[in-house]
Structure formats: structure tokens, C-alpha cells
């Protein structure tokens, strides 16, 4: 069965705006879980402009399910956290430091020799290392020569033309699952999944181990309620 994680990025800007501690991220950690979900994503940047450092390692201690910690694995710091706060897995993702969100996922086969390091540290404390690629199955087959665990299927253009046509959407993303597949990968989803495109999605790629949703969910929490919400997204996978 595909596990959901929840994102809580959303929730530290919401607390970033205002100063303090409300909401508080820990709590929201705390209830996602209750209601439900089986993981809880942060993606901590080096600006820190929502979720913290220190959030992450005040939420190693209550996240009872799954704890994912993506981002770019190029600053120093963000390997130092990863490696003392052991998380269950690390996703890396390429994002430029200035990037709004993610926008692109890592070309494994001119960055090889890089990634395969990473893959080789983050084992070393046994960390699940999972690479966001782009649908493109040579990404999928690099990934498993570079020694990762799993890849997450960067999902923004499925999102994009789920409207225009599904089929055509999601087209790409099923030939790059079934290449992960058959290297031996695991295989995660994430970015503007949603309650309109996530059910069409699973169905077609019923395979899929995990999708960390953030924006949508956290959305959809303010009009019908996180238990309601998280129950609905379950209700999808």
C-alpha cells in the first residue's frame, strides 16, 4: 500500500510570518500522525525560511512513523543534519538555494560520481537514500547505478496537464516507474499532488511506495480540517 507523508513546510512559514510558535510544527507532527498519516516530510533550506534546523531535530523524537528529510545535499550542513539526526530517509533534491520550491530533479548520469558519494554517506548510517528525478527512465536507471534506494518522481508536470489529458500526463511518469521497477528501486511521488490528480495517479502506478504532500494538503487543511483532510487523502492511495 502507498504510504502518505505530509509535508509540514506549509506549517513553519505560517509560523515564520508571524514570529513565535504558533502554529506549532511539532503539534502538527504530532496530529498528522494521529489522524492517519504513516510519514512526516520537512525540507529544511539553508535560509531556513521555513521549516528549521532545530525543528528537525525537536521532531526526531516524536515522529513515530516515517521521518523523510529532503533537500540539497550539496551545503555541508544539511549532511551534518541529516547524519546526527538519523532519519528513516533522505531525499535528495537539486534545488538552487534560492528556488521558491523544487523545480527540476537531479540528472544522475552527469552527476554520478557526486550522488554515489551521497548514497555512500547517508548509508553509513543506514538512511534509506531515495533521488528526485524528473520522468525520464535513463534518470531511474542512473539513480540505481549511483547505489540509491529509491527514486521520487517529481510530479509538478503530471500536475500541470492532469486537466488537459490524463492519460498523456501521465504517461512519462509510468515508463520511468516501470524502469525504476526493474532496476530494483523503490519508487516515491511528490510535488503538487493533490486531491484532483492523486487517485488517477495511484491507479495507474499502484507500485508506488510513498507520496510526501505539502502545499495541497495543507490547503485543503484550512477549508475542511486536518483529520478531514488527511482522511480524504488516505481515501485517494
Not at 507532527?29 to 510519514?39: I, P, S, T, Y
Not at 548514497?119 to 537514500?129: E, N
Amino acid at each position: 500500500m502507498t504510504k502518505l507523508s505530509v509535508n509540514i513546510n506549509k506549517i513553519a512559514t505560517l509560523r515564520n510570518a508571524r514570529g513565535g510558535n504558533v502554529p506549532d510544527v511539532c503539534v502538527a507532527a504530532v496530529n498528522c500522525q494521529k489522524f492517519g498519516a504513516q510519514g512526516i516530510t520537512v525540507h529544511p533550506r539553508p535560509d531556513e525560511r521555513h521549516i528549521r534546523y532545530g525543528d528537525v531535530r525537536a521532531l526526531r523524537p516524536i515522529v513515530h512513523t516515517e521521518f523523510n528529510i529532503e533537500g540539497n545535499p550539496v551545503p555541508e550542513s544539511f549532511r551534518d543534519l541529516v547524519l546526527e539526526v538519523v532519519p528513516d530517509q533522505v531525499t535528495l533534491v537539486p534545488d538552487a538555494h534560492d528556488a521558491i520550491t523544487s523545480n527540476k530533479g537531479w540528472d544522475t548520469v552527469a552527476n554520478r560520481e557526486f550522488l554515489t558519494g551521497m548514497c555512500s554517506l547517508f548509508h553509513t548510517k543506514g538512511i534509506r537514500v531515495s533521488i528526485f528525478i524528473d520522468p525520464d527512465p535513463a534518470m531511474a536507471e542512473g539513480a540505481a547505478l549511483c547505489g540509491a534506494d529509491r527514486v521520487e518522481l517529481y510530479t509538478e508536470a503530471y500536475a500541470a496537464n492532469y486537466s488537459a489529458g490524463r492519460e498523456k500526463a501521465i504517461e512519462p511518469y509510468l515508463r520511468t516507474a516501470k524502469a525504476a521497477r526493474d532496476a530494483g528501486l523503490g519508487l516515491n511521488a511528490g510535488h503538487d499532488l493533490s486531491l484532483q490528480n492523486l487517485e488517477y495517479y495511484i491507479d495507474t502506478i499502484p507500485w508506488t511506495d510513498e507520496v510526501s504532500i505539502g502545499h495541497a494538503l495543507i490547503c485543503d487543511a484550512l477549508y475542511f480540517g486536518l483529520e478531514d483532510t488527511i482522511r480524504k487523502y488516505l481515501a485517494q492511495i
